[in-house]
Protein backbone atom coordinates (compact mmCIF):
# COMPACT_ATOMS: atom_id res chain seq x y z
CA UNK A 1 0.00 0.00 0.00
CA UNK A 2 2.76 2.48 1.28
CA UNK A 3 4.75 1.34 -2.19
CA UNK A 4 1.92 2.48 -4.38
CA UNK A 5 1.17 5.29 -2.90
CA UNK A 6 4.94 6.86 -2.91
CA UNK A 7 4.62 5.58 -6.61
CA UNK A 8 1.48 7.85 -7.05
CA UNK A 9 3.39 10.68 -5.99
CA UNK A 10 6.80 10.27 -7.71
CA UNK A 11 4.51 10.02 -10.89
CA UNK A 12 2.53 12.98 -9.75
CA UNK A 13 5.54 15.29 -9.12
CA UNK A 14 6.93 13.91 -12.06
CA UNK A 15 3.51 15.79 -14.20
CA UNK A 16 4.22 19.02 -12.09
CA UNK A 17 7.63 19.11 -12.76
CA UNK A 18 7.06 18.22 -16.95
CA UNK A 19 3.94 20.78 -16.39
CA UNK A 20 6.61 23.21 -15.02
CA UNK A 21 9.06 22.55 -18.14
CA UNK A 22 6.39 23.33 -20.80
CA UNK A 23 5.23 26.58 -19.03
CA UNK A 24 9.10 27.64 -18.78
CA UNK A 25 9.86 26.91 -22.18
CA UNK A 26 6.51 28.47 -23.73
CA UNK A 27 6.81 31.75 -21.70
CA UNK A 28 7.43 35.11 -23.88
CA UNK A 29 11.51 35.98 -23.82
CA UNK A 30 12.14 39.60 -23.52
CA UNK A 31 14.67 40.17 -25.96
CA UNK A 32 15.40 39.15 -29.77
CA UNK A 33 18.01 37.09 -30.63
CA UNK A 34 20.60 38.46 -33.27
CA UNK A 35 23.34 35.89 -35.06
CA UNK A 36 25.64 37.72 -36.74
CA UNK A 37 28.10 35.95 -39.44
CA UNK A 38 31.41 36.47 -39.25
CA UNK A 39 33.35 37.91 -42.36
CA UNK A 40 36.57 36.42 -42.78
CA UNK A 41 39.74 37.64 -41.13
CA UNK A 42 41.93 39.88 -43.43
CA UNK A 43 44.66 42.13 -43.01
CA UNK A 44 43.64 44.72 -44.88
CA UNK A 45 43.19 47.96 -41.91
CA UNK A 46 46.61 46.60 -40.12
CA UNK A 47 47.84 49.44 -38.43
CA UNK A 48 44.94 51.52 -38.16
CA UNK A 49 43.71 52.83 -34.67
CA UNK A 50 40.15 54.20 -34.38
CA UNK A 51 37.68 54.96 -31.45
CA UNK A 52 33.90 53.75 -32.36
CA UNK A 53 30.76 55.63 -31.42
CA UNK A 54 27.08 54.66 -31.62
CA UNK A 55 24.16 57.01 -31.52
CA UNK A 56 20.73 56.05 -32.38
CA UNK A 57 18.95 59.07 -33.70
CA UNK A 58 15.87 56.93 -35.01
CA UNK A 59 12.53 59.26 -34.72
CA UNK A 60 10.15 56.01 -34.25
CA UNK A 61 11.70 54.01 -31.38
CA UNK A 62 9.23 50.90 -31.68
CA UNK A 63 11.38 47.50 -33.21
CA UNK A 64 7.80 45.89 -33.75
CA UNK A 65 5.12 46.88 -35.91
CA UNK A 66 1.55 46.65 -34.51
CA UNK A 67 0.88 43.32 -36.05
CA UNK A 68 4.06 41.78 -34.97
CA UNK A 69 4.06 43.40 -31.24
CA UNK A 70 1.75 40.81 -30.08
CA UNK A 71 4.26 37.97 -30.64
CA UNK A 72 6.55 40.05 -28.40
CA UNK A 73 4.82 41.76 -26.02
CA UNK A 74 7.30 41.91 -22.76
CA UNK A 75 9.92 42.70 -25.25
CA UNK A 76 12.41 45.19 -23.55
CA UNK A 77 14.71 46.29 -25.77
CA UNK A 78 17.73 43.64 -25.61
CA UNK A 79 19.14 41.58 -27.94
CA UNK A 80 21.14 38.28 -27.62
CA UNK A 81 24.02 38.30 -29.88
CA UNK A 82 25.79 35.15 -31.14
CA UNK A 83 28.84 35.65 -33.20
CA UNK A 84 28.86 32.56 -35.76
CA UNK A 85 32.10 32.01 -37.73
CA UNK A 86 32.84 31.02 -41.12
CA UNK A 87 32.93 27.08 -39.80
CA UNK A 88 29.63 27.72 -38.06
CA UNK A 89 30.93 27.60 -34.52
CA UNK A 90 28.69 30.06 -32.18
CA UNK A 91 30.26 31.96 -29.37
CA UNK A 92 28.30 33.82 -27.13
CA UNK A 93 28.62 37.39 -26.65
CA UNK A 94 26.15 38.08 -24.33
CA UNK A 95 23.08 40.31 -24.02
CA UNK A 96 22.85 44.38 -25.48
CA UNK A 97 20.39 47.32 -25.90
CA UNK A 98 20.45 48.42 -29.68
CA UNK A 99 23.46 50.98 -29.03
CA UNK A 100 25.68 47.86 -27.74
CA UNK A 101 24.73 46.13 -30.59
CA UNK A 102 26.04 47.96 -32.94
CA UNK A 103 28.77 48.59 -31.21
CA UNK A 104 30.12 45.16 -30.19
CA UNK A 105 28.81 43.93 -33.71
CA UNK A 106 30.91 46.78 -35.67
CA UNK A 107 34.03 46.02 -33.28
CA UNK A 108 34.54 42.59 -34.21
CA UNK A 109 34.14 43.49 -37.68
CA UNK A 110 36.82 45.81 -37.36
CA UNK A 111 39.31 43.99 -35.42
CA UNK A 112 38.37 40.61 -38.23
CA UNK A 113 40.03 43.08 -41.02
CA UNK A 114 43.67 43.89 -38.15
CA UNK A 115 42.29 47.75 -37.11
CA UNK A 116 42.92 48.19 -33.04
CA UNK A 117 39.86 49.54 -31.74
CA UNK A 118 40.71 51.50 -28.55
CA UNK A 119 38.92 53.38 -25.89
CA UNK A 120 39.33 56.81 -25.43
CA UNK A 121 38.52 60.15 -25.88
CA UNK A 122 41.54 61.48 -27.23
CA UNK A 123 40.68 63.39 -30.51
CA UNK A 124 43.37 62.73 -32.50
CA UNK A 125 42.68 59.26 -32.92
CA UNK A 126 40.24 59.12 -35.92
CA UNK A 127 36.46 58.20 -34.98
CA UNK A 128 33.85 55.91 -36.73
CA UNK A 129 30.65 56.86 -36.02
CA UNK A 130 27.86 55.09 -36.78
CA UNK A 131 24.01 56.60 -36.68
CA UNK A 132 21.57 53.98 -36.51
CA UNK A 133 17.97 55.92 -38.51
CA UNK A 134 15.66 52.86 -38.67
CA UNK A 135 15.23 49.52 -37.35
CA UNK A 136 11.32 47.75 -37.63
CA UNK A 137 10.63 44.21 -37.50
CA UNK A 138 7.02 43.81 -39.79
CA UNK A 139 4.46 40.44 -39.96
CA UNK A 140 3.05 40.05 -42.62
CA UNK A 141 0.45 37.57 -43.66
CA UNK A 142 2.57 34.38 -43.58
CA UNK A 143 6.03 36.38 -43.32
CA UNK A 144 8.19 37.91 -41.14
CA UNK A 145 10.60 41.01 -42.27
CA UNK A 146 13.00 43.29 -41.04
CA UNK A 147 14.59 46.59 -42.28
CA UNK A 148 17.28 48.18 -40.77
CA UNK A 149 19.31 51.78 -41.92
CA UNK A 150 22.26 53.55 -40.38
CA UNK A 151 24.94 55.97 -41.62
CA UNK A 152 28.51 55.28 -41.13
CA UNK A 153 31.67 57.87 -40.93
CA UNK A 154 35.12 58.33 -40.60
CA UNK A 155 36.01 61.71 -38.75
CA UNK A 156 39.96 62.86 -38.41
CA UNK A 157 40.60 65.97 -36.29
CA UNK A 158 36.82 66.08 -35.22
CA UNK A 159 36.19 66.67 -38.75
CA UNK A 160 33.52 64.22 -41.04
CA UNK A 161 36.36 63.42 -44.19
CA UNK A 162 34.42 59.65 -45.37
CA UNK A 163 30.45 58.93 -44.89
CA UNK A 164 28.75 56.13 -46.40
CA UNK A 165 24.54 54.98 -45.77
CA UNK A 166 23.65 51.63 -45.51
CA UNK A 167 19.69 50.30 -45.44
CA UNK A 168 18.69 46.44 -46.27
CA UNK A 169 15.87 44.76 -45.67
CA UNK A 170 15.25 40.94 -45.52
CA UNK A 171 12.39 38.00 -45.01
CA UNK A 172 11.53 34.99 -43.36
CA UNK A 173 8.52 32.33 -43.63
CA UNK A 174 6.39 32.73 -40.71
CA UNK A 175 7.21 29.86 -38.01
CA UNK A 176 5.45 29.32 -35.26
CA UNK A 177 6.91 30.83 -32.28
CA UNK A 178 9.45 33.95 -32.85
CA UNK A 179 12.12 31.87 -34.45
CA UNK A 180 11.26 33.85 -38.10
CA UNK A 181 11.50 37.08 -36.69
CA UNK A 182 14.95 36.45 -34.88
CA UNK A 183 15.79 34.48 -38.32
CA UNK A 184 15.15 37.61 -40.77
CA UNK A 185 16.72 40.18 -38.24
CA UNK A 186 19.38 38.15 -37.67
CA UNK A 187 19.80 38.28 -41.72
CA UNK A 188 19.63 42.13 -42.09
CA UNK A 189 21.78 42.99 -39.70
CA UNK A 190 24.89 40.71 -40.71
CA UNK A 191 23.81 42.21 -44.30
CA UNK A 192 23.61 45.64 -43.39
CA UNK A 193 26.80 45.34 -41.03
CA UNK A 194 28.65 44.08 -43.66
CA UNK A 195 27.47 45.91 -46.10
CA UNK A 196 29.21 49.65 -45.44
CA UNK A 197 32.69 49.71 -47.62
CA UNK A 198 35.42 49.94 -44.75
CA UNK A 199 37.95 50.00 -46.89
CA UNK A 200 36.69 52.66 -49.16
CA UNK A 201 35.94 54.55 -46.05
CA UNK A 202 39.27 54.67 -44.78
CA UNK A 203 40.70 55.31 -48.38
CA UNK A 204 38.51 58.34 -48.45
CA UNK A 205 39.55 59.30 -45.33
CA UNK A 206 43.32 59.38 -46.83
CA UNK A 207 44.55 56.97 -43.89
CA UNK A 208 45.00 53.66 -46.01
Known amino acids: MHARLRHQGFAFLTILLAIACIGGCASPRAYLIVDYQLPPVTDQLIGQKVR ?116 GQAEKPYIVGRKGADDSLSDIFTSVINKVDLIKLFQQAKMI
Not at 91 to 110: C, N, P, S, V, Y
Open 52 to 167: IEVKDVRQDLQVFTPAAADHFQNFQNRYSLTWVSQNKNRIMAGEKDLQDLFLETFKKRLEQMGAEVVSTDNPQIPLFQVLINSLKVDLKGRTWSAKAGYEASLSVDSQIVARETVS
